[in-house]
């Protein structure tokens, strides 16, 4: 139809040559924006493998019309091993141009999606992830506690590459003295799964091993598609050791992501999570330890108070019983004296009284007053009929005595 | 009386003093005995009267010290 309007423009009567026409052909097909970067689905005929020059030649077709396709050596390499089969339906994208040498056109193809492919492994994973799901693979319950501070981490992946190298950096940087076993795995193909499974299986002997790294880089779903496979799954399920994942981008989720203990984002995210940060450790520790110094410091500040306290209250306890002691002794002593003074006195005025007595009784004291005292023999005359005429008898006077012989007795009648 | 090397017995020297008393009040002593009991009371009363003031005297400076004794404990 584009034609028929090309045709009306030109001069009529002057023929064209077969190339100008190709090429006004060619021109109008490149200004025209539908051709460019067009985006078309079909199923794949003819396919042949990379000629020569590596370029690839397939026609694109349905039930009512078909299509030359002519992916180049640069796009073809993106797809080397994983090139579509004939009859597969495909969405390819690209650009349609003329090829004045044998006039013919065709799609040159930019890029290229197994439609078919792709919605088949789709439905797959969907199946085997309700699968598991309904046995309950999938469940927290079933998730295992990362160890904080794993001996040795087994990293199940490709031995080259980024994935790998961001593993051990990431180890290297947080936590040196961890011992990492890699263990060379095929993450990629046909041989991926069985690889993985095989690698899973022998680690499970390892006594040393505490966590397993399961990682992969970023892929297509095909290139992804040994970690959908169900012996993988089985396998990640079945290990004693716990499995971290790291499949794909963030953005990718497989079945083994699903099945794992722990899924990481990345591979780094998966080395972050199975090691500590040993400089975070070290700050825990010197926390830890200043902690401890204070406690122990403020421990020794108060068994010296309650010390100081206890002396203290002793001193004070002691000071009271000495002033108690010292009261008694006090008042011991107050009563004491009070006795010695009252006995004292008593003594005094008993003397006193005896003297008083004495004093009456002293005989000399009458005879001061005028009287004498006749004895007889030493014995005191106290009646006259005691005497008889003749008689020796002693007369005691104040300042003496007199000796006498009794020649007389008159009585006083 | 034996004051020689035996402590000072207030109570013995007091039962001294009534038994001269009572011995004078009997009334049938010799003059010369009534004088020398006599003579004997006032000596013991003299020896009571001295023991009594030297202990008077000893617990005045005992009372005097310990009112002294007990302030200086009560410093410490």
Known sequence: MGLGRIFVTMEVGKPFKVSEFTFLIQRKLQEEAAFQNAKLIGEVSNLRPPNASGHVYFTLKDSQAQISCAMFRQVALKHTGKLPGNGEEVVVTGDLSLYPPQGSYQLIVRSLERVGMEGLLHKRFLDLKAKLQAEGLFDTSRKRKIPSMPRCIAVVTSPTGAVIRDIIQTVRRRFPHITLLVLPTVVQGAQGAESIVSNLVAIQSRQDVDVVILARGGGSLEDLWCFNEEVVARAIAGSRIPVVSAVGHETDFTIADFVADLRAATPTAAAELCVPDVSVIQRELDDAKLKLKRTLQFFVLNKRQQLDDYEYKLQVRFENLMDVKRQVLKESFNQMEHAFWTQLQRARHDISMLEAQMNSLDLRQVLDRGFTLTELDGKRITRLSDLEPGQQITSHFSKGRIHSTVDDIQTHE | ?76
């Open chain 2, 1 to 76: 009386m034996s004051e020689s090397n035996q402590p000072f017995s207030l109570e013995a020297h007091m039962q001294e003093l009534r038994n001269i008393l009572s011995q004078m009040q009997s009334g049938n002593l010799d003059f010369d005995t009534n004088i020398k009991l006599f003579t004997r009371g006032a000596e013991v009363i003299e020896a009571c009267r001295t023991y009594l003031d030297s202990a008077e005297l000893s617990v005045k400076k005992l009372v005097g010290g310990s009112e002294a004794d007990f302030a200086e404990e009560e410093g410490r």
